[in-house]
T-cell receptor, first 112, second 111 residues
Framework: EAQVTQNPRYLITVTGKKLTVTCSQN?????MSWYRQDPGLGLRQIYY???????DKGDVPEGYKVSRKEKRNFPLILESPSPNQTSLYFC???????????FGNGTRLTVT | QKEVEQNSGPLSVPEGAIASLNCTYS??????FFWYRQYSGKSPELIMS????GDKEDGRFTAQLNKASQYVSLLIRDSQPSDSATYLC???????????FGTGTRLQVTL
């Protein structure tokens, strides 16, 4: 089954404790992206990747890192999480825009 | 001005009626347009994509695009309670990297 898999689905952590949210797709997509979704603000792009070893900032990259060492994986790293990073995070992939995005199931992160 | 604007709603329609959802965008160079449906706490799922002016129909859904007026709309015929969700408009400006989402319109279909 074609899918984008994110883990974990729920995560509660404390300020400053490094964490990684994993994202993997099995559709051989070149394009992958991370979004965060907050009430009233919609989906905002954090980082995106056009292909292996090619990543770039989206609209809200501060406090996040990503890497793309393999085509299928695109982890999101929060080196020192803060409470304002409490949000619902989505990973998405496509075979390069303007193809539609396929979304993972989301990760609800709470930073206390 | 936001790049992609939607009325947040809620838009309330009775079961069986036509729901009309609207979206405007600011970049005249935009080329690709998408409607996603999102249930509460779930991930967005693609409903329709449209790339050229006019109407595109898929079952009960019709997407309408007017590039001159910079708006795209989604019509849902014979609305069902299961259509109750937030509908996200997304616009690609033509660059390979950017898909911008509106904040979504919440639709409520009442019995």
């Amino acid at each position: 089954e074609a899918q984008v898999t994110q883990n974990p689905r729920y995560l509660i952590t404390v300020t400053g404790k490094k964490l990684t949210v994993t994202c993997s797709q099995n559709m051989n997509h070149e394009y992958m992206s991370w979004y965060r979704q907050d009430p009233g603000l919609g989906l905002r792009q954090i980082y995106y990747s056009m292909n292996v070893e090619v990543t770039d900032k989206g609209d809200v990259p501060e406090g996040y890192k990503v890497s793309r060492k393999e085509k299928r994986n695109f982890p999101l790293i929060l080196e020192s999480p803060s409470p304002n990073q409490t949000s619902l995070y989505f990973c998405a992939s496509s075979s390069l825009l303007p193809s539609p995005l396929h979304f993972g199931n989301g990760t609800r992160l709470t930073v206390t | 001005q936001k790049e992609v604007e939607q009325n947040s709603g809620p838009l309330s329609v009775p079961e069986g009626a036509i729901a009309s959802l609207n979206c405007t965008y600011s970049d005249r160079g935009s080329q690709s347009f998408f409607w996603y449906r999102q249930y509460s706490g779930k991930s967005p799922e693609l409903i329709m994509s449209i790339y050229s002016n006019g109407d595109k129909e898929d079952g009960r859904f019709t997407a309408q695009l007017n590039k001159a007026s910079q708006y795209v709309s989604l019509l849902i015929r014979d609305s069902q309670p299961s259509d109750s969700a937030t509908y996200l408009c997304a616009v690609n400006t033509g660059t390979a990297s950017k898909l911008t989402f509106g904040t979504g319109t919440r639709l409520q279909v009442t019995l």
